[in-house]
């Protein structure tokens, strides 16, 4: 079974975003402003408030 959330696809997967998007509008009562949400992979990084958040993965045993 392939879950929505599980991909390595630059690109979200559609139906995860339909998943999530339903639930923060359902569940939390949220709506988020187009203008100010971007969904991305930590492998892309993002900032939040003010930090660079980017996976960093050290693969040295």
Do not use: C, Y
């Not at 492998?43 to 980017?54: M, P, V």
């Amino acid at each position: 079974m392939q879950f929505p959330w599980r991909s390595h696809s630059p690109r979200p997967n559609p139906i995860f975003l339909v998943l999530f998007l339903s639930h923060l509008s359902d569940e939390l009562e949220l709506k988020p402003s187009p203008k100010k949400t971007h969904i991305a992979t930590f492998s892309q990084g993002f900032e939040f408030l003010g930090f660079g958040i980017l996976l960093f993965e050290n693969h040295a045993r």
